[in-house]
């Protein structure tokens, strides 16, 4: 009988926090090898090579995590103790900073920031820097989107290739209603940055059924191989996603014993191959 993929989802998390770390990378391989470009089982698996002490190919996951989603705050705060590990304590700090800035509230990151700045776990999020970028963040959660778009837009000017910031922008053009602006930094992102899902959600919504529908529906299947159940497109689109909820499934018939083995699906990762990318828009 199929399994659905939330429930494998939710599996892996269960054997990560119980520590059981190669049958995490094994069954959250074996996931990959069905969706290969599922953001979200990259990420499991990035823990599990952590827990098992694999440095190097944590951080090359991690990387393929952020390629998808700038704005994930656990894979920096991952990067970030990585390079605190190697002794890089520039990059740690930078890594870790900017995990605060998107998830100020999260016990992990500020157990991460803790080693950092040697302050105990508890203490609250505003015992760290308040960033221009955090405070952004604030306005648009807020809905005041012209303060939060003016520092983003100088943000943006300052620090172009910070695809956190881009997103951030592009997000908050597309939630104050300036769809043009929206598509225009969408389509910037994907020109250097084809895989990143929110771009793709946006830019595919904002150019569907129009002279660029052909390119926008190729733009909505990347998104939903990245994301095949299309929580990040209910969660940014809602009503107005042209990608519905659905229930992936896995067509998996033996039993539970397989996790045991080493799917050896991520053997590629150590080399130099990488997913091909989706052509640019023309």
């Not at 199929?2 to 059981?20: C, F, H, M, W, Y």
């Not at 740690?92 to 105990?120: F, G, H, T, W």
């Not at 595919?204 to 059924?209: D, E, R």
Request: charge should be negative; aromatic fraction near 10%.
């Amino acid at each position: 009988m199929p399994k659905t993929l939330r429930s494998q989802v939710i599996l892996a998390i269960s054997l990560l926090d119980n520590g059981e770390w190669r049958r995490a990378a094994n069954l959250s391989s074996r996931i990959l090898a069905t969706y290969p470009l599922y953001v979200v089982a990259y990420t499991l698996v990035a823990r599990a090579y952590l827990g098992l002490g694999e440095l190097g190919t944590t951080a090359k996951l991690l990387q393929r995590v952020l390629s998808a989603d700038p704005e994930n705050a656990e894979a920096y705060m991952y990067l970030g103790l990585i390079y605190h590990t190697s002794g890089a304590y520039p990059r740690a700090e930078s890594c870790l900073l900017r995990a605060n800035e998107l998830a100020p509230s999260d016990i992990r990151v500020r157990q991460a920031m803790s080693q950092l700045y040697y302050k105990p776990i508890d203490a609250a999020p505003g015992s760290y820097p308040l960033t221009r970028f955090a405070l952004a963040r604030i306005y648009k959660r807020e809905k005041m989107f012209g303060l939060a778009l003016a520092e983003l837009e100088l943000l943006h000017q300052q620090l172009p290739r910070r695809l956190d910031i881009t997103v951030e922008l592009c997000e908050t053009f597309w939630q104050s209603g300036q769809n043009i602006q929206a598509a225009e930094v969408a389509s910037e992102l994907l020109t250097n940055n084809p895989w990143c899902l929110k771009a793709n959600l946006l830019l595919g919504k904002l150019w569907l059924n129009s002279v660029h529908d052909e390119y926008a529906r190729s733009c909505l299947d990347l998104a939903q191989a990245l994301d095949p159940e299309n929580r990040w497109a209910q969660a940014l689109l809602g009503k107005a996603s042209p990608l519905p909820a659905r229930i992936a499934t896995l067509s998996w018939d033996d039993e539970d014993t397989w996790f045991e083995k080493d799917q050896g699906y991520l053997l590629e990762i150590d080399g130099d191959e990488e997913p091909e990318a989706p052509p640019p828009f023309e």
